[in-house]
């Protein structure tokens, strides 16, 4: 399983199990059947309600966990409680995550210094954000001097962002895409399921393969246990250059799906 690299000298598996709107009394039992699969990342967040079942699963084993704070959260001494809340339910926290930056709160700066602290203070090794543009990581890195390890965001090939993918790579931040297949809503398009014939595989599988060559992290959610293995095995996956500036061309200015972090 390929690792990327983060800029605080950590690496993190480049394909995870989110589980978003995976139910609590099924988040244990989904997470075990990912990390015997071969997941090595697993994605949770206290806004999701399932971090005990993560918890659970996680608890003795190597796996990376990422979870993150929730909207009600923001500031610094929030921040700091919502950490607190959160390592109580899990064994352990690889990356803490800001998971909006509410620029209507306008706290997102002082949230990002909790989270600087924690790191500081050897609580949580890799510290980073979720659906941040890149006029908010400008201002933390401006205020803070460290760049997030990664910014999580909606992105697919109908909503590619290469905006905040440059951005990214400009401050050395890993680039992490939610809602990868794009809310399933891709996997009966008609150029994925050409490519999908062509090479042997499906179209979850594809556009994830896609996302992986890309150099992007990944953390699809699955509900059942062979859903999980098959887009595991998009590591398998090889596109030619041809098909991948075929995806690439399906990029649209209206593509996104969730919410616009710049107006919430």
Known sequence: MTDLPLNDGRTIPAIGFGTYKVPAEDSARLSREAIDAGYRLIDTAAFYANEAGVGEATGGGDIFVTTKLWRDAMGYDGALRAFDASAAKLPRIDLFLIHWPMPSQDRYVDTWKALVRLREEGRVASIGVSNFSPDHLDRIVDATGVAPALNQIELHP???????RA?????GIVTQSWSPLGQGTLLTDSTIAAIAQEVGATPA???LAWHLQAGLGVIPKASSRA????????QSVTLSA????KIDAMDREDGRLGPNPDTL
């Not at 109908?158 to 905040?164: L, Y």
């Not at 951005?167 to 401050?171: F, I, K, Q, T």
């Not at 859903?227 to 998009?234: D, G, H, M, P, S």
């Open 158 to 164: 109908t909503f590619q962002q290469r905006k905040a």
């Open 227 to 234: 859903r999980i293995e098959e887009n595991l095995a998009a």
């Open 242 to 245: 041809e098909q991948v500036a």
């Open 167 to 171: 951005g990214h790579e400009r401050l």
């Open 205 to 207: 599988q594809v556009i």
